[in-house]
T-cell receptor, first 114, second 112 residues
């Protein structure tokens, strides 16, 4: 496996339900990022990890959102009590340690909240 | 706060024509700039990464230039093909943290 993988690729849920997404970064990458992209817009930063430490969270990440990266490997993003406004593409990326290192993106998880 | 703008929002050209996509950003204190391609409903594919110390990068038919002082980057795609039809996004990597700031993209249609 040479790339970032995300699971599931598509998720349809009803309003009020909880959902969880998974991201597996490139194996030697210490940094992992979550972005959200709505239709017709560029991705917006949500949060990022260095190993298992969550170093920054965007104000877009309300209390209903939580992200973890146990043991500094894969990461999960959970949305509780989903709302229709949460419908978006959730993108995960990973990189090496330096700020100038390239970020490599996964295929994304498309969330639709009915 | 870094603002990234891509003009035009959409572009339609006949096959064989050269494409010129523009990206501008408000804060010139950046580490790098990346150009991505996104097909409908898909993730991002990295095309070119330009470090802040570089003026341009080339890969095949693609060439990207960077002018940090004026806050501009241009992506050139030579001899466009229908397979180049996609949305092209530029993203700026700032100097004081790790998150990328994206433009809204330019959607390109190459007509056969």
């Amino acid at each position: 496996d040479t790339g970032v993988s995300q699971d599931p690729r598509h998720k349809i849920t009803k309003r009020g339900q909880n959902v969880t997404f998974r991201c597996d970064p490139i194996s030697e990458h210490n940094r992992l990022y979550w972005y959200r992209q709505t239709l017709g817009q560029g991705p917006e930063f949500l949060t990022y990890f260095q190993n298992e430490a969550q170093l920054e969270k965007s104000r877009l990440l309300s209390d209903r959102f939580s992200a973890e990266r146990p043991k500094g490997s894969f990461s999960t993003l959970e949305i509780q009590r989903t709302e229709q406004g949460d419908s978006a593409m959730y993108l995960c990326a990973s990189s090496l340690d330096r700020v100038e290192d390239e970020q490599f993106f996964g295929p994304g998880t498309r969330l639709t909240v009915l | 706060k870094q603002e990234v703008t891509q003009i035009p929002a959409a572009l339609s050209v006949p096959e064989g024509e050269n494409l010129v996509l523009n990206c501008s950003f408000t804060d010139s204190a950046i580490y790098n700039l990346q150009w991505f391609r996104q097909d409908p409903g898909k993730g991002l594919t990295s095309l070119l990464l330009i470090q802040s110390s570089q003026r341009e990068q080339t890969s095949g038919r693609l060439n990207a230039s960077l002018d940090k002082s004026s806050g501009r980057s241009t992506l050139y795609i030579a001899a466009s093909q229908p397979g180049d039809s996609a949305t092209y996004l530029c993203a700026v990597g700032p100097s004081n943290d790790y998150k990328l700031s994206f433009g809204a993209g330019t959607t390109v249609t190459v007509r056969a």
